[in-house]
């Protein structure tokens, strides 16, 4: 038999991976919170709460909560590769993209961006394996999806040739960020840009809602 705060920390876990898909960020944090506090020693529960807060953007609580992850967690190999994101030093992925993306014209701005995407993707990843053989390969996705979100003038091909990678298998890293991210063009989280299109979006979607309302008005 299922004990009740076990199963409590069950139903809020699942409750907020669903928040987290539709990005109801708050939500998700206040479940996974819930979890956590239901089930203490469920690492999946700390983990999936660092994974909140790094999609809204709040590294600083997601590597905190990171730690509370790393006292439960009882897979070596994963626990090793979460406390390397506490190292200072830049890793091999890393020191790949910020040489590479420098050449291929794109700006610090986006390098700086380049090196948040890595780091929520690890997070976002979760404690499935994360095998890294050809650095090169990863940072070439990375720089493709940065160039992406922001509309750079680089495009695949030159990316896998400045890489020396194959075209193919760098798109297909590129999508496993866009899935693990939910990345989207003008991503608000990568673009550096100072007009964001989609705000021009937002803004005609808010029109049109008040035009509908007004034409519906008896």
Same mark, same amino acid.
């Given at each position: 038999?299922?004990?009740?705060?076990?199963?409590?920390?069950?139903?809020?876990?699942?409750? =907020?991976?669903?928040?987290?898909?539709?990005?109801?960020?708050?939500?998700?944090?206040?479940?996974?919170?819930?979890?956590?506090? &239901?089930?203490?020693?469920?690492?999946?529960?700390?983990?999936?709460?660092?994974?909140?807060?790094?999609?809204?953007?709040?590294?600083?609580?997601?590597?905190?909560?990171? =730690?509370?992850?790393?006292?439960? +967690?009882?897979?070596?190999?994963?626990?090793?590769?979460? +406390?390397?994101?506490?190292?200072?030093?830049?890793?091999?992925?890393?020191?790949?993209?910020?040489?590479?993306? =420098?050449?291929?014209?794109?700006?610090?701005?986006?390098?700086?961006?380049?090196?948040?995407?890595?780091?929520?993707?690890?997070?976002?990843?979760?404690?499935?394996?994360?095998?890294?053989p050809k650095p090169e390969l990863w940072a070439a996705a990375i720089t493709y999806a940065v160039a992406?979100?922001n509309f750079a003038d680089v495009n695949r091909s030159n990316i896998a040739s400045a890489y020396q990678?194959? +075209?193919?298998?760098?798109?297909?890293?590129?999508?496993?960020?866009?899935?693990?991210?939910?990345?989207?063009?003008?991503?608000?989280?990568?673009?550096?840009?100072?007009?964001?299109?989609?705000?021009?979006?937002?803004?005609? &979607?808010?029109?049109?809602?008040?035009?509908?309302?007004?034409?519906?008005?008896?």
């Amino acid at each position: 038999m299922v004990a009740k705060s076990t199963q409590h920390g069950i139903e809020q876990n699942k409750a =907020g991976l669903a928040f987290y898909e539709a990005w109801n960020l708050e939500q998700a944090i206040a479940a996974f919170m819930e979890a956590a506090r &239901a089930d203490p020693d469920n690492p999946e529960y700390h983990l999936n709460l660092s994974r909140a807060y790094a999609r809204g953007g709040n590294f600083d609580r997601a590597m905190n909560t990171l =730690g509370e992850y790393l006292r439960t +967690e009882t897979k070596s190999d994963v626990a090793d590769r979460y +406390e390397r994101l506490f190292s200072t030093a830049l890793d091999e992925v890393e020191s790949k993209f910020i040489d590479v993306m =420098g050449r291929l014209g794109m700006s610090i701005q986006q390098i700086g961006k380049a090196i948040q995407m890595w780091l929520e993707y690890r997070i976002a990843a979760g404690r499935r394996p994360l095998r890294i053989p050809k650095p090169e390969l990863w940072a070439a996705a990375i720089t493709y999806a940065v160039a992406k979100v922001n509309f750079a003038d680089v495009n695949r091909s030159n990316i896998a040739s400045a890489y020396q990678v194959n +075209e193919r298998s760098l798109k297909e890293k590129y999508d496993e960020l866009i899935e693990t991210l939910d990345l989207m063009p003008a991503d608000y989280r990568y673009f550096t840009g100072d007009q964001n299109p989609l705000d021009k979006l937002v803004e005609a &979607a808010q029109i049109l809602e008040e035009l509908d309302r007004r034409f519906n008005e008896e």
